[in-house]
């Protein structure tokens, strides 16, 4: 069974594959490279192509802007079955923008550091790995630098994105009272989404607006920094994001002393990593709710919420033990009953939770692959192995979806996943959980 899930999912990522050197997250409905699913991509081809896995990640990285910047899509082909595509977009706005490739002016998680460190655990020629490393680990440690340099405007440590598509958990209810703040205009539009997927588990026409308004405004001014900070109605520290970054800062760190001397970037990340690790730990954590949460730098708020993004400081070794402790007591209580798969994008006990659309509720097999690892670290084994035999079990019973509805009995007959079918991390990563 494992062998035939393992053969299933690599059917699914070489058929992905594209003849540009990378791998779309899902066909139709996500038809260009998307950033943190590359990562997660080259991870699952480690275990059988290796090539492939450091093509995916060169592909990337060959995107990057002259200021560090990577951003969220890179648009390789003129396919227009995606919208907002590279000519809503406009990356070359941007003074610095690659002269290459066309992309987004937002990036998503920075996944990069953790997953070059995945590669080399992965890889069975160290050597040949520790070459491809030495290749690219710099333009990893300078979009680090991009964000310290460009997205810390109090000096604390917290990077915030600028936009919801910049966090990957897109419609999450978390963005729901900053929609409130704002008054787009209703933007005339031809949805593609919806053209491959049921309306009912995407985000709605208005939700739209909100997300294409704030792209207008960040346009109008070039996609300078200083200018979205100061503009920008959507500004938001983001635990998920925060932790991702940590992560992968002490990837670096880890991968600089692997391949010897950069001493001066060594200091540099230490210095980074103390201070964002104090950040997430005395801003963005909710004494009362037991998670980490968002918070909204624009209108000065914590959003107290909790979703499966406040427990991916667990991912990062970001909270003490006592506060682990507190994070999985929550995840029980809110994410853990008998009926239900863990683990929930979006607390299963609020009203703003819904079972099937998006990232209101669905659970999302990267994130289970970041709290398993997390909670492993922890020592937290029984509900490590639960949130991986789910995982495995959401795919047996549906395929390689998009994300899944967290109900183990909805009444429906039909069990199907939701979003795109053959997704790409979904089988890269169930490579992966299979393998430890
Ligand atoms: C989408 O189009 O929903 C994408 O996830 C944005 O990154």
Known sequence: MKKELIKQAMGVLDANFQKEGFTIPSQGLYPFQWKWDSGFIAIGLCYYNIEKAKLEVKTLLD????????????????????????DFHKS??????????????????????????????IATDKEDMVEFIKKHIDKV?????????????????????????????????????????????????????????????????????????????????????????????????DPLFNAMLIKSNESLLELYDLIGGNEEKKIQLRQWQQKSIKGVNTKLFDE??????????????????????????????????????????????????????????????SDRFNPKKYWRGPVWINMNWMLYYGLKKYRFLELANRIKKDSVELIKRDGFYEYFDCRKNNGEANRIGYGGSNFSWSAALLIDLLND
């Open 63 to 86: 995107a990057q802007w002259e200021n560090g910047f990577i951003p969220h899509i890179v648009f390789h082909n003129e396919n227009d079955s995606y919208f907002p595509g590279a």
């Open 92 to 121: 070359e706005l941007h003074p610095l923008s690659s002269k290459e490739y066309k992309s987004t002016g937002m990036t998503q998680p920075p996944v990069m550091g953790f997953v070059l460190q995945e590669m080399h655990r």
């Open 141 to 237: 440690y300078q979009n680090h630098a991009y964000f310290y340099s460009n997205r810390d405007p109090h000096d604390e440590g917290l990077v915030y994105i600028y936009h919801n598509w910049e966090s990957g958990t897109d419609n999450s209810p978390v963005w729901d009272d900053i929609w409130k703040t704002m008054n787009p205009p209703e933007y005339i539009f031809e949805r593609k989404d919806t053209t491959h997927v049921d309306a009912s588990q995407r985000p709605s026409k208005r939700e739209y607006d909100h997300y294409l308004h704030i792209i207008e405004i960040a346009k109008e001014h070039q996609y300078d920094d200083e200018k979205i900070a100061a503009l920008s109605p959507f500004l938001v520290q």
């Open 288 to 349: 009362e709710l037991g998670a980490f949460v968002h918070y909204d730098l624009r209108n000065d708020r914590p959003i107290r919420f909790v979703s499966s993004s406040s427990f991916s400081p667990l991912f990062a070794g970001i909270p003490d033990v006592k506060r682990a402790e507190t994070l999985v007591q929550t995840m029980v209580d809110k994410f853990g009953g008998k009926d239900k798969y863990l683990c929930a994008s979006f607390d299963p006990t």
